[in-house]
């Protein structure tokens, strides 16, 4: 009777299953981060992971390619000789500026790793967030290069996120400007604490600041190395505007990141707790 | 299955490592979707809420989201998806273009409810202007997509 039942209303049942299912999963990370849920996570970005590699190492390739094609095809017959040199030049040209480019690039975080004594971890980002609602990005280091969830993710102007989620090859970073996320922040002015979170327009907000305190726009905002995650003085971002509600107890204020978060090719991972010291230090001297 | 399974690794791979090069102001379209409208109005609507979970997982697993949100929408926008197949069977492009259009916004309505069913953060007109561009993105893409040939043929078959 019952299966007869079942079978009858098999579409509704389906449906009703599944989607149940999808609450109760939901409801499980809302209470209780299980275990369970990192895996399937883990491995559905294990088994992704690699093609999505290939996918962006292939477009680069095949990118190089058509623009090799687009020249050729603009070759004149009676200049072949001098077009091809001219585009053999063009191209020696391109791959410098590139390689001067990355050079500037790794320069900086070579410099940001002096300056700041830390031991680092250098990636370069391969993939981006699947959906518009969430800032994440994925990089080509995982727990096979020693990452772990919740290390620093830092790039040469400032703060970029944290690790999130870690395969063997490859690991998932949450930026600062995800909806999701907060970090213990400070004015480098003042001295006032308050809590750094993302928004859904890719901004990013410092709340939680005293109604009283001392805050204008160009301060600058660094991490107060409250929480455990992140190490105090990197650069987070500049207040743009402060906005003071009535009936409020606290203010906020908007913030430009320091760090163009929709141009990151490569980054570094912040290793390890003891080498955190060197930010604190550095910062020591600060007002 | 197996042409399921490789659309949707070519789908993952594609969403992750080269839409960032065609995003404008930040918005992508959204494969997942599209590929769930083309799968789901070929199989019958108890197939299409599995495959619309399976694909909202995996889409969930490559974005900062919790594990279910868009498995919960593209669950159920599957099942009405494979359900209405035969009522929304058409050959008209403007149809077309309102059909997706109208799909993409209500999974990202449906998102948005249950982000903030769940936990409560996200404002309402910050959400909307999410939701309006990627489902104009989506919609234009999925439209275009219909217009090749191959697709189309497909497509008419399926339908």
Known sequence: MFWRLVARHRRGVVLSIVLLGAFLLLTVQVRHDRAVVSFVRQAILFTVAPFIKLTAMTAGGAGAVWRDYVDLRKVRQDNLRLQREAAFLQQR????????????????LLAMRETWRADYLAARVVGKDATNWFKTILIDRGSRSGLRRNLPVVAPDGLVG???????????VQLITDPVSAAGALMQRTRVTGIVSGHLDAGLRIRYLPLLADVAAGDEVVTSGMGGVFPKGIPVGRVISVERKSGALFQEAALQPKVDLGRLEEVLILM???????FESRNRGLP | MKRFFVGLLACASAQAALLGSVSVGGVRPDLF??????LSSRVSPEAA???GFVLGLCQDALSGGPLGLRG????FFGFLTAWLSHDLATERPVTQFWLLLTGAAGAGVLTFVLLTFFFEVFPLLPALAVIGPEAVYTAVVGFLLLRLPRVRATFARQT
């Open chain 1, 272 to 278: 390890g707790t003891e080498q955190r010291e060197g």
């Open chain 2, 72 to 75: 919960f929408t593209f669950a």
């Open chain 2, 49 to 51: 809420t599995l495959q």
């Open chain 1, 162 to 172: 944290r690790v999130v989620e870690v395969t063997p090859s490859t690991a998932k």
């Open chain 2, 33 to 38: 979707i599209l590929l769930l409208f083309f």
């Open chain 1, 93 to 108: 040209i391109d791959q410098l500026e590139e390689q001067a480019l990355e050079t500037r690039r790794l320069q900086g």
